[in-house]
């Protein structure tokens, strides 16, 4: 069998297992033994763990799931307006591995973006750049596969930045600027320092970490630990 062929095969095996069963793959993380440093001043952030997951356009979108199809809301996130939708792809890589269940998050985006861990990347054989959200230029190519249809996409995966949402009074009165890189000190049971953390800030947003699944567990955190910003760099 060629390797196109052997695609189509995995493709159309992958698009029965979704049409069957898409049940949501729930994670569940260690409980973080981080608390907060209580210190008058201290700049305290909750955290939040992102698994891997897609933000879609469109036109992926009506390849994906069929023209004209709309997003159905699973539950909202903590951001406002983000939620977590129904739908779920697979995300195939170029050794044909794939990791299948990938929760799709709306709304629908101007660009397609799939968002994944080094461990994600090295089990779809994928080298994946560390980039902020919207840098795709040079990023990853990969192939989504939904129920009605499969896609690559060149320059669309990336393992998100660490990085923190600030609303704009927190922003202020902690003297930090957009896009500015802080340092931020993890304490519980793997104590360390994190680096190169992006600062965010808009009035939309509210306080809140983001780190994928390998820094989170590499240093014990899950959703519901804390961090300290403990430098500007
Ligand atoms: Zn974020």
Redesign the pocket.
């Known amino acids: 069998m060629n390797e196109a062929a052997l695609v189509e095969l995995i493709t159309k095996e992958v698009m029965a297992q979704l049409n069957s069963h898409s049940l949501p793959h729930t994670k569940t993380l260690p409980d973080s033994k981080a608390q907060p440093n209580l210190a008058v001043g201290a700049k305290i952030v909750p955290v939040s763990v992102?698994v891997r997951h897609v933000h879609l356009a469109q036109p992926e979108i009506d390849i994906l799931f069929g023209k004209g199809h709309r997003l159905h809301k699973q539950k909202d996130l903590y951001?406002p307006g983000e939620f977590a939708a129904e739908e779920v792809v697979t995300l195939v890589g170029p050794k044909l591995r794939s990791l299948s269940n990938v929760r799709v998050l709306g709304p629908v985006r101007p660009h397609t973006q799939i968002e994944v861990s080094r461990t994600d990347a090295v089990t779809l054989g994928l080298n994946v750049p560390v980039r902020p959200?919207g840098l795709l230029k040079g990023s990853a190519t990969i192939t989504l596969v939904g129920p009605k249809g499969s896609i690559t996409l060149p320059e669309s995966c990336i393992i998100?930045n660490r990085?923190i949402?600030v609303p704009a009074t927190e922003a202020k009165q902690w003297g930090l600027q957009d896009d500015q890189r802080v340092m931020v000190r993890v304490d519980g049971d793997r104590p360390a320092l994190l680096g190169d953390v992006q600062i965010?800030v808009s009035d939309k947003f509210k306080l809140m970490m983001?780190i994928d699944t390998d820094d989170a567990n590499a240093v014990g955190l899950a959703c519901g630990g804390y961090v300290e910003i403990v430098d500007g760099e």
């Open positions: 992102s951001q959200s998100a990085h949402h965010r983001h």
